[in-house]
């Protein structure tokens, strides 16, 4: 028998489905893991061709006079946001808009081509997570911008359209819708048991278990109750910690090892599939510590949403988080 | 400059993007226009292989007592939710979920497995319309369930799993989210300007002119302000009509005629891409009629949504709506 489940923060409401994904033409390998070199001399992001990028806003490198960067951030070539700007709102008949205003810009993770970030050394993703803070805190300070996106597309059919190992992020003039839900979720919840909802899934999840993947010391990785996409994959922190940005080196370099070997799992499991992840992080300004709980999100791309998830917003997910969790429990180095 | 709009009736956000369009590995052709036989031995849904489905629940004929079936409905073989069962709720800590109780049925549109839909004869979209208003009718009889969704899905990249012309309904115990968002978005527009938002956007839409695709007597097909998809296609009626199951017969061949030279536009100036419409009814109960305009969306899937997209749910739209429209109204024959 499917079950809806009701996601506890949003509400939103999901079909598990187990039974349905026998049917035809479900999980078909669409993926290109075609061999790559180490190098590519056409590539923007590889060392040698940064004259291919904008201007460099931020690097990492190995010594402090190198000119040899490990991590290095640029603006966007083809940028969805525009840095220029102002986010006065105007108005046309019924309808509102602004100008495109925000920052869009590349955080290249490593000078290796042909790296898969699940198999970056532990130090290296760490870089990677402090070029993720650096930034955060640099843009804040544009009072314009009140949230910022850190995601991360892997694979074409994840929407990567260069296939050299990056991270995006996108600063905003508003809270963007998804987070405005877990927001108004999470207020909810409060208003009615005075907790934080992620505190509480914490606990409830380390109680029934069937829904970890793994756990740390400050860590935890399940895949949700109410999980929308199959092998959809929740890592937060175990105690209330509002913002990625506000966390010490020490602590992001635990969840360097922890996000690295979630990813290991997930690439193993499902044999380097396409994904996403991104980073809800608490919006830069008017939002209360108590409001907000920082967490990723991993989404594997081994599902195709029809016009049912399209127009209803409900999603089918066919494999049930439980049978999720304990494959990727099980998964061996 | 991009630009940011919002939705009027949901308020969702949109960012218009139109130079980012020429960047790498957008609109690659992913669909599969492969021949197709006019009648395929193991296809479910070609007549003389109707003991391959599930009993069926309806269907129109050539002749009252003819064998011949022009449009046939059956159960889904592999449902996402089960007609048996109840609507009631659990709850396991913070976890709330319910039987996936629902009905979940295949509209099988032509007898002809090769035809594809924007150039079925007129007389058989009418067909498909009037079965899509008799199941729905029907369903309202079971108390359980609250709203019915009709979908369609065109193509592999679309969520089809079969080639065969078909469209689907799944009946649901609950208001789907995307719809609350139009009913909510509905009554807060309602409580400001004691208008239907629809209503005004049809005005509105018909004064611009720039956003329309075609227009009937009782029909408006416009690429919405804040399309969040290239080429998003909506159409509704030009006056306040709430219910699609309330409508006549004559106006259903209206929409008929309507609805496939729409998708023909589509076809012709996208080459057959896949897609998905979806018909956004009233609910079945408990919904004033001024609180509901229906419409049908049709959602063209030749882009990849990425991170951005589902950790904000915010949508990259590379073709301005304008433009879109402008290149679908000069579709020639």
């Not at 808009?97 to 590349?106: L, P, R, W």
């Not at 105690?239 to 940005?245: D, E, L, W």
């Amino acid at each position: 028998m499917p079950q809806l489940r009701k996601d506890p923060i949003t509400f939103e409401w999901v079909i598990i489905a187990g039974e349905r994904k026998e049917r035809p033409h479900d999980f078909q390998k669409i993926w290109d893991n075609g061999e790559l070199p180490p190098f590519d001399p056409k590539c923007p992001f590889c060392p040698g061709n940064e004259h291919l990028t904008p201007t460099e806003i931020f690097a990492i490198r190995d010594g402090q006079a190198s000119p040899n960067w490990l991590v290095r951030v640029v603006p966007n070539k083809f940028p969805a946001l525009r840095i220029e700007g102002s986010t006065e709102r105007f108005g046309k008949g019924m309808f509102d808009y602004m100008d495109g205003v925000g920052a869009h810009e590349v955080i290249i993770e490593t000078p290796i081509h042909n790296a898969r970030f699940s198999t970056l050394p532990v130090e290296q993703v760490k870089k990677v997570l402090l070029a993720y803070r650096e930034r955060i805190l640099d843009l804040k300070n544009d009072i314009r911008f009140v949230y910022i996106l850190v995601f991360r597309n892997e694979g074409k059919e994840a929407g990567a359209s260069l296939r050299h190992p990056h991270s995006q992020l996108i600063a905003l003039p508003f809270i963007p819708h998804e987070v405005v839900l877990e927001i108004e979720g999470m207020k909810r919840y409060h208003s009615f048991r005075e907790r934080c909802p992620f505190c509480d899934m914490v606990k409830e999840e380390l109680s029934f278990g069937e829904r970890i993947v793994r756990e740390s010391d400050n860590f935890l990785a399940i895949e949700p109750f109410a999980s929308k996409y199959p092998f959809e994959t929740l890592i937060l922190p175990k105690r209330h910690h509002p913002s990625f940005a506000d966390e010490s080196e020490q602590l992001l370099e635990e969840f360097a090892f922890f996000l690295r070997d979630i990813l290991y799992r997930l690439d193993k499991a499902l044999q380097n599939p396409p994904y996403n992840y991104t980073l809800h992080n608490i919006p830069l300004r008017n939002c209360s510590p108590d409001g907000f709980h920082w967490h990723l999100e991993i989404i594997p791309r081994i599902s195709t949403p029809a016009g049912f998830e399209l127009g209803s917003g409900i999603y089918i997910n066919t494999v049930p988080p439980e049978e999720a969790a304990r494959i990727l429990r099980e998964v061996k180095d």
